[in-house]
């Protein structure tokens, strides 16, 4: 298959008018940077689809969502803070069915392809995800969630192996949920699992100043719901177990320590920001500018639909860029794609286009008629998105 269209954004830094890509196999095989490069690369035989005034760029990653909690969408306030908050969502998730959170895991796929994302790193606490991602119309990173609540009793449990049927759009890794909610011994043996089977991880971590209090000190509304504290801060406990590193993605880190942002920087972790659900709980200012200055990888995700309006990487983008106006279209732009692909371990495969990566593909619907400007549109004005392409499959036809 050939795609051509009025501009090929490959990657900022690398943009070309009236260029195209050659797929096959699911992959792109060539990147093809002006017209007459797509002229003569045109099959004589095989498709060629010119898309017109589109500007073809690679899919966004979404590097962290709850798509089963899509089901309680619009009936989980925030007004009770962060605890309050919890709370609820337990005590109506309870009343969920099976088919519920299935029914959300499918149409929160639909609603993140009909945004531009072809591929996502989804936290699985029910089995829903697992159940339904060969269903799926996007690549799916499948984190089944481990939780014990420092309770021996949960902790075998919490380890012992789900079956996924993995494919070429699907892979398997594990969600240690957060330091405050798992021990030290179900952190062994996530890092355990991990290295035997060469899976990725994604955990929660500095969410909330309350975990920081009990972590560190046995103090706050944690104390009255968990066992003694550990006496230590969440990361050194992710440090000891032995689970900061390049495969290891830490999500929220709204409260790092000092020196906490270059530990991770050294460590290679990517770290993810959810601006949607940061913004749902009006907490205070994220420490973005921290972490770009101690150099950590940094990607967004979109969290649930129990903490956000939406699930579509192009608002979050927009709302990154509204609370921080200096930062540059092209580094958001990096985040919502090569970013969401490190974090899910798949740096070679997706976030770019070029030769042996999957051939996940978006046209948009652009005013831009420049690289500059196209960037500035796409983080910022919510482009429309014309056509999705995932591992070289159509799987999004716009109006």
Request: positive net charge.
């Amino acid at each position: 298959m050939i795609l051509a269209a009025r501009a090929l954004l490959v990657e900022p830094g690398a943009w070309y008018e009236g260029g195209g890509l050659e797929l096959r196999g699911g992959k792109v095989v060539r990147v093809l940077r002006s017209r007459r490069a797509v002229v003569r690369a045109r099959p004589a035989r095989g498709t060629f689809l010119d898309l017109g005034e589109c500007v073809l760029t690679p899919g966004l990653v979404n590097a962290h969502a709850h798509l089963e909690l899509g089901a309680l969408a619009g009936k989980v306030s925030a007004r009770g803070g962060f605890a309050g908050w919890v709370g609820e969502l337990v005590r109506r998730r309870a009343g969920l069915a099976r088919g519920d959170f299935e029914a959300a895991v499918r149409a929160g796929a639909r609603a993140l392809v009909a945004s531009g994302t072809t591929a996502v790193g989804d936290i699985d606490s029910t089995g829903a995800c697992a159940r339904v991602a060969r269903e799926l119309a996007l690549g799916v990173l499948v984190y089944r969630e481990l939780l014990d609540a420092w309770d021996p009793a949960r902790t075998a449990g919490a380890l012992r192996a789900r079956p996924l049927a993995c494919g070429a759009l699907v892979r398997a890794g594990l969600a240690p949920h957060a330091p405050y909610t798992t021990s030290r011994a179900l952190l062994a043996g996530a890092r355990r699992l991990a290295r035997a089977r060469g899976l990725a991880c994604t955990i929660h971590w500095a969410e909330t100043e309350e975990e920081g209090a009990w972590l560190e000190r046995g103090e706050g509304p944690l104390a009255r719901i968990l066992p003694d504290s550990p006496r230590a801060r969440g990361l050194e406990l992710l440090a000891r177990a032995g689970l900061l590193g390049r495969r290891t993605s830490l999500v929220l880190g709204n409260h790092p320590a000092a020196g906490e942002p270059e530990r991770l920087a050294r460590a290679g972790v990517t770290l993810v920001h959810c601006p949607g659900t940061h913004a749902f709980f009006g907490r205070a200012p994220f420490p973005l500018e921290r972490y770009r200055r101690a150099g950590v990888a940094l990607a967004l995700g979109t969290d649930s639909l129990a903490s956000n309006a939406e699930l579509d990487l192009r608002r979050e983008m927009a709302l990154l860029r509204a609370s921080f106006p200096r930062l540059a279209p092209a580094e958001v732009f990096v985040q919502a794609t090569r970013g969401g692909a490190r974090a899910l371990g798949a740096a070679r495969e997706l976030g770019r286009l070029r030769a042996g990566f999957r051939a996940d593909v978006v046209a948009w619907r652009l005013a831009a008629r420049a690289e500059k400007d196209a960037l500035d549109e796409l983080t910022s004005a919510r482009p429309a998105v014309a056509r999705v392409f995932v591992a070289g499959r159509e799987r999004l036809r716009g109006d």
